[in-house]
């Protein structure tokens, strides 16, 4: 077996978060490595559905000290050009990414942290895991699911409205990537599209830089939640389909071995149903207490272990840090924690 490898700090992932991260390692000139699974540089913008739209601007969708290029013809960039700014990041700041590496365990003791992946292990001081949540997708437990003969795709299967043409499709899910699916289907199929409550858009004239002013306010004087204003930024492609006549209905009740049924009794055959269902953290074994299936963390950091912090989580590790402009704050802040570690 061959010897660990060592780094005062290892990021675990190489998309946004973890390129952020090795910035601010960069800039505070500590030795450290990013470990990513992907074979490829983009993070989990490289498997996204093709039409799929940034809820921003380039300007506004910036990872620290290298502003995201305009799209030519497009006010919100698409995820091959996020992709692009990402390759481009990487390469810019000579981030020292080993791809692909998978990690499969992290285990602590009282000199440091070992990482074991599938390509053998490292040592290191600390460990900033960046791992996001995309190869991790969430199903809910409806029932009739196991009996439904067609096909069920989750949002991380999407990839092209084409792969559906002509077929009966129903879209489950309220926020804004089963919002965005059914808008890219409803001129290709039979798409109905289904959500616990009414759809509720926000203001259209409010997009990604609004919605990080308010996660900002959040985080220094209380100010309004998103929540408090609605669920589904409404992109163009998403205003020109529900112009010409998206709507969403209450979630069915159950399954059927063709469709989908109501309480009322109504029910729907349909070819394909498609779960925009939401994820849950990508996390590899870590020998850290859960409460309630969750980590609890103080910010980005373990409140059992400061030496193991979180970044891009979403809310469980910071107001807006799942977005390309809000993670590069909580990376600046956890490896600040860190500095004093090491």
Request: glycine fraction near 10%; hydrophobic fraction near 40%; charge should be neutral.
């Amino acid at each position: 077996m061959s010897a660990a490898r060592h780094a005062q700090v290892l990021v675990v992932g190489a998309g946004q978060a973890g390129l952020a991260a090795g910035y601010h390692l960069r800039r505070a000139g500590l030795d450290f490595a990013v470990l990513d699974a992907n074979p490829a540089p983009g993070g989990a913008w490289q498997h996204y559905w093709d039409t799929l739209r940034l809820f921003s601007p380039a300007g506004y969708s910036s990872l620290p000290g290298r502003p995201m290029p305009q799209q030519a013809g497009q006010e919100y960039p698409d995820a091959a050009h996020v992709v692009a700014y990402l390759t481009d990041y990487e390469k810019r700041y000579d981030l020292p990414v080993h791809r692909p590496v998978r990690v499969e365990a992290i285990a602590r003791d009282a000199d440091g942290i070992t990482v074991t992946t599938d390509d053998g292990s490292w040592r290191s001081r600390a460990v900033l895991l960046a791992t996001g949540n995309w190869d991790r997708p969430h199903l809910p437990s409806v029932p009739g699911r196991a009996d439904f003969t067609g096909r069920q795709l989750h949002t991380h299967d999407y990839r092209t409205a084409a792969d559906f043409a002509g077929q009966r499709v129903v879209v489950v899910g309220g926020a804004n990537s089963g919002t965005q699916i059914a808008a890219d289907l409803h001129a290709t199929a039979e798409v109905r599209w289904v959500t616990q409550r009414p759809a509720r858009y926000l203001p259209d004239d409010i997009d990604g830089r609004a919605l990080f002013e308010i996660a900002t306010r959040r985080v220094q004087a209380g100010g309004p939640r998103i929540s408090d204003l609605g669920d589904i930024v409404a992109v163009p492609p998403v205003r020109a389909a529900r112009t010409a006549g998206l709507t969403s209905r209450p979630m069915f009740d159950r399954l059927t071995p063709t469709g989908v049924a109501w309480a009322d009794g109504t029910t729907l055959d349909c070819d394909t149903v498609i779960w925009c269902t939401g994820f849950r953290p990508d996390l590899p074994a870590l020998d850290l207490t859960r409460t309630d299936g969750r980590i609890p963390t103080e910010g980005t950091r373990s409140t059992e272990d400061p030496r193991i912090h979180f970044l891009g989580y979403g809310d469980w590790t910071g107001p807006a840090s799942a977005t390309l402009i809000g993670v590069g704050r909580t990376a600046r802040t956890a490896v600040e924690q860190l500095k004093p570690l090491l």
